[in-house]
């Protein structure tokens, strides 16, 4: 998702990913039911994968579009508390662009940060784990309260 140049002048995430993963068992308990992987976090940037499941298909043999409106959603998450330091972010807009079906499989979102502030904004790419074009692009906006001193 960036460069290197980008990578080693990024400062260090504000979380882990064991850390998010503490976060969503302690004040997230929902997001259990989407079986969502945490698989990397870094500043600003944070990669989820949906795992392939029956449960998460439609019509058509295709995964349906609210499971993946929920991994782009838990990705920026993660992104916006990778960046922000601030768990209470909440999300302000998200809209999402269907590009096409998403096969039955493993689905990966790849998150990261535009701009960071009181209004955050990010977009997320969803991709087929086996490989191929994009499925999904989302831009999404994030309610950052202000740190409590």
């Not at 997320?124 to 499925?135: C, H, K, Q, R, Y």
């Amino acid at each position: 998702m960036s460069n290197h140049a980008d990578l080693a002048d990024a400062p260090a995430a504000h979380i882990t990913p064991d850390g998010f993963r503490d976060l969503l068992t302690r004040l997230h308990p929902f997001a259990a039911a989407l079986g969502i992987e945490v698989q990397d976090i870094s500043y600003g940037q944070a990669t989820l994968r949906l795992p392939p499941n029956p449960a998460n298909q439609r019509l058509g043999g295709i995964v349906a579009g609210p499971m993946l409106m929920g991994l782009a959603d838990l990705a920026l998450y993660a992104a916006v508390v990778s960046a922000t330091g601030v768990p209470e972010a909440v999300t302000a807009s998200l809209t999402i662009n269907f590009l096409r079906g998403a096969p039955v499989g493993g689905i990966i979102a790849n998150a990261r940060i535009l701009k960071t502030g009181r209004m955050t904004a990010g977009e997320v790419l969803l991709l087929p784990e086996a490989g191929g074009e994009p499925v999904a692009q989302v831009i999404s906006t994030w309610s950052v309260p202000r740190k409590k001193p």
